[in-house]
């Protein structure tokens, strides 16, 4: 069955399924083993990145980038006290593998980092791109199934261990162990549910004679209670176009408005002060993806350890009985927070993403609902609510950013690394250059070059600029009077 056919089926406009949120089209198009986009697996040669593909990501573009986000990891290693032994590389997202072939490449001229790597741990839910950076980062070692997923080997290190899972709950949280967790184009693609404000119905008009409610309508009292007078925030749903407004060529399905409340609408936009804010504020339209604050609030505990558990008993709803509080997962007890988190995505760096959801087929804006399965979905990602839930969920941890993909990769030192590269290709075709060797000089200086200056572009549309940079690392209290430390790129120094 095809993706656009099993929507219809889903969304068949009956009274047991109906219009589903927009999540759920994200989830279904994107990563189900249905035909999703990700993890489909019969179109197997279909590639998603680069010129013949949908999109082009950053270490696409260039090798630098990926060296650049591993000479990150050095220094926040170098920063924390240089750990001997127990650090997990993790990466969630990997694509083709080259972010990561590329930090691994750099991360082999600091043995001592080098040596404290236990394991390289990729979340990836597409069987295809698996194989991929399977084939790019092992060779031809071979890829042996486990319990949680499949391991192997590195090509360049015997001894290094690359595991993946599907799911980063698989990963293991060991308090003993150090992270440097990666992100790179991945929260884009998680779900977002979308909400919209609507203020209360007029009390003379007709419908005030019934009220919308999560199981339909219900008579509306003559004098309605003060939370029925206020805005309320309805949830944007997917469903099929009725069929006098169908039209050859364009999408089968369209974003309507729920009709009354979802459990979504009620709960999620409550979740923080920044949408409770916006709710009066007639047609404001606000994203949330719960999905992306759990990874975030996930790299946190790693990082920094669970909270304290609540000392306060709590009210059973049931009883009414103070019973303890019981955590639904194990506490991660790190008395001593370490590792560290780098997000790099796009997105606004301080507001609540809205009307961002979009598709993307052969490098060209197409809309999110058209050809479900084989468009690339993708939303912007809201940094904040990504920062507090980390903060929120872990007292270990602080947030650094976002800062602009420009000026974290100058800080970084992009332009010296480039000016590096260049030279050497000078300096070997001076000594004749190297037998075999495709690339003419002159393309590849324009190929480092170009590369360089798209990714620190900060025009209008610049990947400079639209891309954003934040990382979470363990907290560090300022010392009495003094600034509190910064992370490369985020204001600090590299000490080598
Ligand atoms: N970081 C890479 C790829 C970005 S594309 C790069 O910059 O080139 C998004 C990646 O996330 C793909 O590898 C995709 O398969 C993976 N992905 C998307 N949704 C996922 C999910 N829910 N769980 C795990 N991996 C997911």
């Not at 997923?149 to 308090?175: C, M, N």
């Not at 029925?228 to 009725?242: D, G, N, T």
């Not at 006098?244 to 459990?263: D, V």
């Not at 939303?379 to 950013?401: K, M, Q, R, W």
């Amino acid at each position: 069955m095809c993706q656009t056919e099993y929507l219809f089926k889903l969304l068949k406009w009956d009274q047991t399924t109906g219009p589903i949120p927009v999540a759920s089209y994200m989830r279904q198009c994107l990563t189900s083993d249905l035909g999703g986009y990700y993890t489909s697996t019969t179109g197997s040669e279909k590639d998603q990145f680069g010129v013949k593909g949908d999109f082009v990501t950053s270490p696409e573009i260039s090798q630098v980038f990926g060296e650049l986000i591993g000479v990150w990891v050095v220094a926040e290693w170098i920063a924390q006290g240089r750990k001997s032994e127990g650090v997990h590389l993790m990466e969630v997202g990997p694509g083709r593998g080259t972010l990561m072939d590329d930090m691994l490449r750099t991360i082999r001229n600091f043995p001592a980092f080098a040596k404290a790597i236990e394991a390289v741990y990729l979340v990836e839910s597409s069987p295809n791109l698996r194989e991929a950076q399977h084939k790019r980062l092992c060779g031809d070692n071979p890829l042996q199934q486990t319990e949680t997923g499949y391991q192997s080997f590195s090509q360049h290190s015997k001894d290094l261990k690359i595991v993946w899972t599907e799911d980063v709950r698989f990963v293991p949280k060991e308090a003993s162990k150090t992270p440097f967790i990666v992100a790179h184009e991945f929260f884009d693609a998680l779900p977002i549910h979308v909400f919209q404000a609507v203020p209360p119905a007029p009390q003379s008009s007709e419908d005030s004679s019934t009220l919308q409610t999560p199981t339909g309508p219900i008579p509306a009292p003559k004098r309605l209670p003060s939370a029925a007078r206020q805005h309320q925030w309805r949830e944007l749903v997917v469903s099929p176009k009725p069929p006098h407004r169908l039209i050859q060529g364009e999408p089968e399905f369209e974003l309507t408005m729920a009709k009354a409340s979802t459990p979504h609408s009620l709960y999620l936009p409550e979740t923080s002060a920044r949408y409770q804010a916006l709710k009066n504020t007639d047609g404001a339209t606000i994203e949330i993806s719960p999905e992306s604050q759990t990874y975030t609030r996930d790299f946190a505990i790693r990082l920094g350890g669970s909270n304290p558990p609540s000392p306060n008993p709590q009210q059973s709803p049931s009883s009414g009985r103070k019973v303890p509080s019981k955590p639904f997962e194990e506490p991660v007890l790190k008395p001593q927070p370490s590792g560290a988190a780098l997000i790099i995505d796009y997105g606004p760096p301080a507001t609540i993403p809205t009307n961002s959801l979009r598709g993307i087929k052969s490098h060209t804006r197409v809309s999110p609902l058209d050809s479900p399965g084989t468009t690339d979905i993708s939303a912007d990602v809201d940094f904040i609510a990504l920062a507090e839930s980390a903060i929120n969920a872990s007292p270990g941890v602080e947030v650094h950013g976002p800062v602009d993909q420009a000026r974290f990769l100058a800080a970084m030192g992009i332009e010296e690394r480039v000016a590096q590269l260049v030279k050497r290709a000078v300096d070997r075709e001076r000594g004749g250059g190297v037998e075999g060797e495709k690339e003419k000089l002159t393309e590849l200086v324009k190929r480092v070059e170009g590369g360089w200056k798209r990714l620190v572009d900060t025009g209008p549309h610049g990947m400079g600029r639209l891309y954003q940079v934040m990382a979470i690392v363990p907290h560090t209290p300022s010392k009495e009077g003094g600034a509190r430390r910064r992370p490369v790129g985020f204001g600090g120094d590299v000490s080598f």
